[in-house]
């Protein structure tokens, strides 16, 4: 038994699950074993200390499965940015098929650079109105962040339970619900809300295959639904990161009415955060999770994970939902 729907059939997979780009962790090991399991992986470019290295990797995933995988490419205005344009060529030079993109209004030059090439462009948002607008400008999918999720919600604080059945009431093409999904009842409630598949990222870190250290595994065991903190709120550019003493103490430094991004700057760095993700100690820096903590408790590999959650879906729609029916 499987699950068809439109993102099944448009991305050429089994499953509607999609692990979503992730900073440090969205290498070849992980997205292939996802892909492997019949969802769709993805590798983050920006991981990749260059457009050379992101070639490589493509090539070393490309080695790894033969099913349908992803690049994310994220564009956030940073000090030094890095060569967007470059790392897209190496994309479209690597022969991918299919792109999530995430971030400022900047990547529609990257989606006019990859759509000749015939890239499916995954477009991730956080708002109903910046979902009818990439529709607009022609990307191909959908991928709806609800509040819960880890990473960048957005400024409008909108959950999902609210957020993907305002989307599915306008969005024609296929839209993923993301942020908060983790197992079956997650993936049965998307689709009854009018989604069309999943997309997950801290669930993901917590898999054998993910490339990160047991402690950081453990750490998203640990923390329970209330296990994230929301921080730069006032530079609106609000992210929730995984609690921890060092999270703690940069939402404190930040409260102080005339904080500067200098006050924490140390605490939050890119650098600092994959030290973190490789040495697991929680003293580095911050880690990306969201409130899905509170529905995690073990360690599958990834296709333990994903043949779960569906048969787990499968069985709710099947016999718990029609067994309400009089
Ligand atoms: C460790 C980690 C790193 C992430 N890095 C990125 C990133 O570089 N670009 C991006 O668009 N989203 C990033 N995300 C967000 C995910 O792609 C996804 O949208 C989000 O995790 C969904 O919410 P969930 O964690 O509740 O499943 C990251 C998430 C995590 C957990």
Redesign the pocket.
């Known amino acids: 038994m499987a699950l068809r729907t439109r993102i099944t059939e448009r991305l050429g997979i089994e499953h509607p699950i999609v692990q979503?780009?992730?900073?440090?962790?969205?290498y070849a090991e992980l997205a292939s074993a996802v892909s492997n399991a019949g969802g769709l992986g993805i590798i983050?470019a920006?991981?990749q200390p260059s457009p050379q290295a992101l070639r490589d990797e493509i090539e070393r995933t490309k080695a790894m499965t033969t099913k349908p995988f992803g690049v994310?490419m994220?564009i956030f205005p940073t000090v030094n940015s890095p060569d967007y344009k470059a790392y897209a060529q190496a994309i479209i030079d690597g022969g991918i098929t299919i792109v999530?993109t995430?971030?400022t209004q900047a990547v529609r030059e990257i989606w006019e650079m990859l759509r000749p090439h015939g890239v499916t462009i995954l477009h991730?948002c956080t708002a109903v109105r910046h979902a009818l607008s990439a529709e607009k400008a022609g990307c191909d999918i959908i991928?709806i962040?609800g509040f819960?999720?880890?990473?960048?919600p957005g400024e409008d604080d909108i959950p999902g339970l609210i957020l993907i059945p305002a989307a599915a009431d306008k969005v024609k093409i296929p839209m993923l619900a993301?942020?908060?999904?983790?197992d079956g009842r997650g993936l049965a409630a998307a689709l009854a809300l009018g989604a069309d598949g999943i997309?997950?990222?801290?669930?993901f870190?917590a898999t054998e295959e993910a490339p990160i250290h047991d402690k950081v595994k453990q750490a998203y065991l640990d923390n329970d639904e209330r296990g994230s903190l929301l921080i730069f709120r006032a530079f609106k550019n609000t992210a929730r990161v995984g609690r921890s003493a060092v999270s703690q103490e940069v939402v404190r430094r930040l409260s102080k009415p005339d904080a500067v991004f200098d006050d924490v700057r140390e605490l939050v760095s890119g650098v600092a955060g994959k030290e973190l993700?490789q040495t697991g100690d929680l003293s580095k820096g911050v880690?990306?999770?969201?409130?899905?903590q509170g529905l995690i408790h073990d360690i599958p590999t990834c296709h333990e994970l994903i043949n779960r959650i569906v048969a787990d879906a499968e069985s709710i729609i099947r016999k718990r939902l029609y067994d309400m029916i009089v």
Do not use: I, Y
């Open positions: 979503g780009g992730m900073m440090n962790v969205g983050t920006l991981t994310n994220t999530e995430a971030g991730k991928s962040d819960e999720c880890a990473g960048h993301s942020g908060g999904f983790g997309n997950m990222g801290t669930r870190c993700l880690f990306w999770a969201g409130m899905v």
